[in-house]
């Protein structure tokens, strides 16, 4: 397992592009199944969570080709719709090959996927929305029968606005005949660009962003090009380390829309934030306030997969902070790692209390899923010493080479691999 060595304390200054959003690649190149034919992905990152994707697409027929950050698929043969377990069982997402799969091939075997442990993550209403549409899904000895002779659109009520089902449903409404209406969709800007990829594949989508997304089905589907949007979460990201160690950098390939709530949190902590059109600039001398209450919510609200971040870099604000998780119950493993480094938090059932503490110390610390590592990796950019920030195959499956964008910033970060460092500053 690698692992990251980081020496805290120097400000981030310089420029970077922000990488192809992973939530918005992952459901894009499973739709690539609903008509065969070759695409031409751009801004896919090299990302553990796409290799398996594209690994299964490959189980399943498809050829394809990952390099630098463009994706070239060819479905045009399917040979199977199992999805092997061991893959399943690596990755979330996976179970977005469930609608795609039905409409083209009428029938897909899976198991129940994996991911990050932040909480029971069911899949409830990915199963109510395409039962909805016709699917018959049983379920015995581990595995997940799904069969749909024909899918028929229908009216899909979602009881929570799950991201996944949202797009699970829409994938496979394509290649149903006639209207699904969405009602309760999650309304996340990944959405939008799955709507707007499907459309230019020739599909009738229209809705999303909204909380009712319409899909008015067909079979004249063709294949495209196609280039993902920014990653927001990462640009969150790279933001918050840059404040949290009094930096300035200037990122490219942003999109200021998608993030408006975290710039109005971190605005009024008095983090200065300036952007026009794909650029943002982050500038922050100052020592930052605390915030009283932030609350993860459904898109537009604030996003649950930037809390851990915010709690790290409100770790050394001014004051103390709330943060009370609303969308994954076991969300707060970060907690007793950024305590290690000094920080002082509370948790009481899904609110942690944060009491802004002068300065962090460096320790060896775990990464016990994607998000929690990143607050690790900002936490340690910002403490005094050495830390090590073990498990980094969890940052690995949503940042692209976290310890170079770093590193281009102008931060001591180095992976250690099989007891060895890479040279890239430590
Ligand atoms: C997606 C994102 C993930 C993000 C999450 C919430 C991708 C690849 N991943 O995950 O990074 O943290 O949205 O913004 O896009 N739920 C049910 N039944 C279901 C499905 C979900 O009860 O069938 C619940 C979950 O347990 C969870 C909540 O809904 O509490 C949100 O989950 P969901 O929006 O589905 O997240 P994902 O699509 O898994």
Do not use: W
Request: aromatic content about 6%.
């Amino acid at each position: 397992m690698d692992t990251f060595a980081i020496k805290g304390g120097v400000p981030l200054y310089g420029g970077l592009r922000v990488q192809g959003a992973k939530n918005a690649a992952l459901p894009i190149l499973a739709a690539t199944i609903l008509a065969g034919g070759s695409y031409t992905i751009y801004d896919v990152p090299h990302l553990l969570d796409i290799k398996v994707m594209l690994e299964i697409l490959s189980t399943l027929g498809a050829t394809y080709v990952h390099k630098d950050s463009t994706v070239h698929v060819d479905t045009t043969n399917l040979t199977s719709a199992y999805i092997p377990h061991e893959l399943m069982g690596q990755m979330r997402s996976s179970i977005f090959l469930m609608g795609p799969l039905l409409g083209r091939c009428g029938e897909i075997v899976l198991s129940r996927p994996g991911g990050c442990a932040i909480g029971e993550r069911r899949i409830n209403l990915h199963f109510k929305g395409l039962e909805a549409l016709g699917a018959t899904i049983v379920e015995e000895e581990g595995f997940i029968h799904c069969k749909a002779d024909k899918l028929k659109g229908n009216a899909v009520f979602l009881d929570y606005p799950s991201v996944g089902a949202t797009e699970n449903i829409m994938m496979a409404a394509v290649r149903a005949e006639g209207e699904t209406i969405i009602y309760n969709a999650a309304r996340e800007p990944e959405i939008v660009d799955l709507q707007n990829f499907l459309n230019q594949l020739g599909a009738r989508v229209r809705g999303a962003g909204s909380d009712t997304i319409v899909v008015s089905g067909t079979k004249h589907l063709h294949s495209i090009d196609y280039k993902v949007i920014p990653d927001r979460i990462v640009a969150g990201t790279l933001l918050l380390a840059s404040a949290i160690t009094k930096g300035e950098i200037e990122l490219h390939n942003v999109n200021p829309q998608h993030m408006i709530s975290l710039l109005d949190i971190t605005g009024q902590c008095g983090v200065e934030i300036e952007y026009a059109h794909d650029i943002m600039k982050v500038k922050s001398k100052k020592d930052f306030k605390a915030i009283n209450r932030i609350v993860t919510a459904p898109y537009p609200g604030f996003p649950t997969d930037m809390q851990a971040q915010t709690m790290a870099f409100l770790s050394v604000a001014q004051g103390c902070s709330i943060i009370k998780e609303t969308v994954f119950e076991g969300r707060f493993r970060h907690v007793t790692e950024l305590n290690r480094l000094g920080a002082d938090i509370y948790v009481d059932l899904n609110t942690a209390f944060i009491r802004g503490v002068p300065r962090l110390s460096g320790a060896t610390v775990e990464a016990t899923d994607l998000r929690a590592g990143a607050a690790l990796i900002i936490a340690a950019l910002a403490a005094e010493g050495e830390t090590r920030v073990t498990e980094a195959y969890h940052i690995d499956r949503g940042y692209d080479t976290i310890e170079k964008q770093f590193s281009c910033l102008g931060a001591r970060i180095t992976r250690m691999e099989n007891d060895s460092f890479h040279s890239t500053g430590i």
